[in-house]
């Protein structure tokens, strides 16, 4: 497929965006970041003009040319699909499940219910406090990396989440991860997870992907 | 791939072994059902004979022959990959995106709020009155559902969510539409999500993979 046109919507410190802009940077594609400010103007995501991007009023989502495409795991894999040079998914079916299990277990498992409009309708319509909402984070965090680990001490854990190329599963981690600091996380309970983390960081499709080094993050953050 | 014995961890109020269960069926394939019990023995699924087929402690997960596949969604994917026949996804790229994130915004976005163990956080960890869990739950699906309805106007829904052949959308929204009755959220707001599950529900793959006809659903539920 040629290079149409790339625009990821997307936010400086979504952790779904996050997985999507290592992915483009695997590929090696080029893109144009188009920011939705998730805290400003009452959340941009809820605006006329990004709802008739994604109804679901989240981010990210991916234009390409005249199309959009919704869904952070979705978009891995239509670019997977269209661009197959540096796979983001090992060949055999048995691995391809096993990769996209980890990646489904941080996104279906964990992320979703730390999310912002999740910790939003705690703290509005039952006026958790702060210190439940973040015992509340690091539980899920937390349940979900030991269930990681477990998977992770596999023969087929290589340098990355599966063997010696990073994967979806590794595009998935390395923002949880990111995440799971935020919200005062040990992660190095997590040894396997901890080195992976590592291992991807200093590739710079991922590095260059960080939340602080995204052209929408506040000043200074680098 | 040739069909080695394929056993399916399973318990028949879970949507997400209910999704499995249909896929299992639109590729006609011939599976035993383990059933793992959410409520007796203090969560069958917390079992350390559990634990070590998915440390997740969630169900389903999928024998085949001696490998172990863990996520619904990764196990559709794996089923479609392994047997081609009856494709549970749509050939183009963009399709195939479409029906991903239709699926995704289900299993991501609206089941893991309201899956069991989240609600049991709320009743024992925040002591949540059942009136107030009932509401957060219809909220997520309504919330969800009405993201759905608008992707649904687009031409390339069909008789099902994409076109005439039933998808891995089809697997996830019809669990959910099951869990949406079960909570009192009134379907008939959502004319295409209804229309489709009526649709579905006409074949024989979606109809048997019904959670009261399942071999562990309790007696008289049929």
Known sequence: MT??????????????????RIGLNLK????ETVPVHLLRDG?????????????????????????????????????????PNA?????AARDRARVRAMALLVACDIHPLNNLRVLRYFENTWNV????????VQ?????????????????ATGA???????????????????????????VAAFPHIARIEATCLALPAFADARPELQPDAPQGQA
Request: with cysteine; charged share 20%; glycine share 6%.
């Open 28 to 31: 090696g594609l080029r893109y």
């Open 160 to 186: 990355y989440c599966h063997g010696d190329v990073p994967s979806i599963a590794d595009c998935c981690l390395v923002p949880q991860v990111y995440n799971a600091r935020r919200f005062g996380v040990d």
């Open 87 to 91: 796979p983001l998914l090992p060949v």
């Open 3 to 20: 290079q149409d046109s790339l625009h990821l919507y997307s936010y400086w410190r979504s952790s779904a965006a996050y997985r999507v």
């Open 129 to 136: 406090p702060q210190a439940e909402r973040d015992a509340w």
């Open 139 to 155: 539980h899920w965090i937390e349940q979900g990396f030991g269930a990681l680990e477990e998977l992770l001490e596999e023969p």
């Open 43 to 83: 959340g941009q995501q809820h605006s006329a003009e990004y709802k008739a991007v994604n109804p679901q009023e989240l981010v990210p989502a991916l234009r390409h040319g005249t199309r959009t495409i919704r869904q952070s795991l979705a978009i891995l894999e239509y670019l997977d699909e269209a661009w």
